[in-house]
């Protein structure tokens, strides 16, 4: 494995790092109370071409690898302090984009990519169900077919960018008898009749990225958007959510080595008891961890993107990357936040903030309990 950069690659990370320092975080604290998205930040990262990094050319992408497409995001983490923004970017790109563009016809790909990657559209995945969440397979959402159509009843939670998405890829059931062989991915436009979107949930953290439920009442659904064929649902949701869990927190790395300068610096600065608090061992020890820890991930997540590269990388590699860093990323935060003392715990320093982001990590994609549970069935147990 060979994790040099070239001098394009390290240009690039350069330039991202200094787009999104400039364009990304303006009114941010206000934004984070006010629970508000927003779309002009969207539309800048995506004119940017951060949004369409790793789709081809021909649909408006810069054609860049997975490793190029890790170290761009690593790079947004490093200069947007918007977790909320960063996390809608990772669930469009990942679980609305990627399987319309891995699974959909040409005619699929060539009526929404563009769109999904130029900024004109937002999507997210809906799979979650108020019953079903770490047992995503059992949703109960239907779709009957019905001449040209296929009728979707159902409800999907706590979907990312709902209260904003133009698109959504919503798994439903065609035949609940039939398991997970009956399950079935449709693309369904955030207008069509019988989709009604929910408001805008109050959350914890990431609360610059809108999340609501979905309801469908009789929503017709044009049989063409059956994204892939009737039952491959769960081969969709597998794919995807593998690379969700693999690249959605390639972003920490960056925010790691941010907090931890800010850390270093915080702790060469402050003194009590007449010198620097670096220097007392509690302190340092605490900046010792979570540099290992930042390089750790670093590896982890370099080696993935790798693997990707080269057409290798098994779920166990995703959700080790997922388990890793997620964990890593809320000690981080908190770690930050403790080394500044009580200065840490004001809104106004920014730091508090990136804790309540971070916990999220540890339920989406897939609550780390799942997956230890995805590696542990890999250990032949
Ligand atoms: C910020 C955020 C964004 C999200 N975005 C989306 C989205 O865009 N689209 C979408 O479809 N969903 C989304 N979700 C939903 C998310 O995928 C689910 O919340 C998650 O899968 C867990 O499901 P649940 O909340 O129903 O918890 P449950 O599955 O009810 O789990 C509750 C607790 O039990 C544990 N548990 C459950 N089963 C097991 C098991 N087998 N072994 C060990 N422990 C177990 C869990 O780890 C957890 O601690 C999002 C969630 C969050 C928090």
């Known amino acids: 494995m060979d994790f040099a950069w070239s001098e394009e690659q390290l240009a690039f990370r350069h330039a991202v790092v200094e787009f999104a320092e400039k364009e990304l975080n303006d009114r941010l604290v206000e934004r984070d109370a006010q629970y508000e998205f927003s779309r002009e930040a969207w539309n800048k990262a995506a004119e940017f071409g951060i949004i369409g990094l790793p789709f081809p050319e021909e649909y408006g ?5 997975y490793l190029t497409t890790m170290l761009a995001m690593e790079a947004l983490g490093y200069g947007c302090r918007d977790n909320g923004l960063i996390f809608s970017m990772n669930a469009h790109l990942w679980s609305g984009a990627l399987p319309i563009y891995r699974f959909g016809t040409e005619e699929q790909k060539r009526k929404y990519l563009p769109g999904l990657i130029d900024g004109r559209l937002i999507s997210v995945q809906g799979m979650t169900e108020p019953g079903t969440g770490s047992d995503a397979y059992a949703l109960t959402t239907t779709a009957v077919e019905d001449g040209d159509h296929y009728v979707l009843n159902g409800a999907k939670t706590f979907i990312t960018n709902a209260p904003v998405a133009d698109v959504f890829v919503v798994f439903t059931t065609v035949d609940r008898s039939k398991g997970w062989l009956g399950i079935t991915a449709f693309i369904v436009d955030a207008d069509t009749p019988g989709l009604t979107v929910g408001k805008n949930f109050h959350k914890m953290g990431i609360r610059t990225s809108p999340m609501s439920e979905l309801i469908f009442e009789d929503c017709r659904v044009p049989k063409e958007n059956m994204l892939a064929k009737r039952g491959s649902g769960m081969m969709i949701f597998n794919h995807s959510i593998e690379h969700e869990r693999g690249a959605i927190l390639a972003h920490t790395i960056g925010t790691m080595e941010r907090q931890l300068e800010e850390a270093l610096t915080y702790a060469r600065q402050r003194k009590q008891f007449g010198q620097s608090i670096g220097k007392f061992q509690a302190v340092s020890h605490r900046l010792v961890d979570m540099k290992v820890r930042l390089e750790a991930g670093r590896l982890l997540l370099y080696r993935l993107g790798w693997m990707w590269d080269q057409g290798k990388g098994k779920a166990i590699d995703a959700s080790m990357v997922k388990l890793f860093l997620s964990e890593a990323w809320v000690q981080s935060s908190i770690d930050t936040m403790w080394v500044h003392g009580g200065y840490g715990y004001m809104v106004e320093t920014e730091l508090e ?22 590696i542990a069935s890999q250990l032949k147990l």
Do not use: P
């Not at 992408?61 to 690898?65: E, I, K, L, P, R």
């Not at 540890?362 to 997956?371: E, F, H, L, M």
């Open 61 to 65: 992408g810069q054609g860049a690898d």
């Open 353 to 374: 903030r990136d804790v309540r982001d971070a916990f999220s990590s540890r339920i989406y994609s897939g609550t780390n309990d799942i997956q230890k549970n995805v």
